[in-house]
Structure formats: structure tokens, C-alpha cells
Nanobody
Framework: QVQLVESGGGLVQAGGSLRLSCAASGIIFSINAVSWYRQAPGKQRELVATVNSGGSTNYADSAKGRFTISRDNAKNTVYLEMNSLKSEDTAVYYC???????????????WGQGTQVTVSS
């Protein structure tokens, strides 16, 4: 049905930058809100940022001023630009999207497989 594929993770030094991508494919009528979550070892998954269908954004306090979420509706892709990275940003980053498969259908939640971000101090 719908697949979300994250990319762009990797190893970066503290203070560096990365841009994550989340590309959606499959049977898609519309993509509603899309969020990035992260989960560090031994910790619960936490919300990092959300962009809704109209482009409005929200950020966790830890991401404000450093991360920027954006979307390209023509490409069914959402990005997370991460700057001034810190060691505490090390985690697996997951994309979550609400997708309507057909006109008039409800929104269903989908998750990507995750991409590892490691920030060395």
C-alpha cells in the first residue's frame, strides 16, 4: 500500500548538519500531517517535529532553532534539516505520516524503517 523510506542519516561531528528525507510511495491520494520522531538507546520514542498538510510546523523544544521540517508535495517527500547537532541528538529517526489512500477515505498512520543519526563529540 504505502511505503515510507527515510534516508540521509549518518555519522557527523558535533556542530555539524544533516538533512533527512522521508519519501512516500504507493497508493496515495493525499498525505496529511507528517512527523519526525527519534528514539535513543534505552529511551522512549519522542516527537521531534511535525508539518501539516498546509505547511504549518511544530517542534519539540530540543529542536527549536536548530531543526527545520519541510515538505515537497510534488515529490511526496518530507525533509528534516538538522543543524548545530549535539551528541544528545544521536538516535534512530523515524518518519510518520497520515495518508489518505482514496478521496473521502480516512487517514491511516504509516511509519518508516528509521535512519540512524550518530553525532560524535
Amino acid at each position: 500500500q504505502v511505503q515510507l523510506v527515510e534516508s540521509g542519516g549518518g555519522l557527523v561531528q558535533a556542530g555539524g548538519s544533516l538533512r533527512l528525507s522521508c519519501a512516500a510511495s504507493g497508493i496515495i491520494f493525499s498525505i496529511n500531517a507528517v512527523s519526525w520522531y527519534r528514539q535513543a538507546p534505552g529511551k522512549q520514542r519522542e516527537l521531534v517535529a511535525t508539518v501539516n498538510s498546509g505547511g504549518s510546523t511544530n517542534y519539540a523544544d530540543s529542536a527549536k532553532g536548530r531543526f527545520t521540517i519541510s515538505r515537497d508535495n510534488a515529490k511526496n517527500t518530507v525533509y528534516l534539516e538538522m543543524n548545530s547537532l549535539k551528541s544528545e541528538d544521536t538516535a534512530v529517526y523515524y518518519c510518520n505520516a497520515g495518508v489518505s489512500l482514496f478521496r473521502g477515505s480516512g487517514s491511516r498512520d504509516y511509519w518508516g524503517q528509521g535512519t540512524q543519526v550518530t553525532v560524535s563529540s
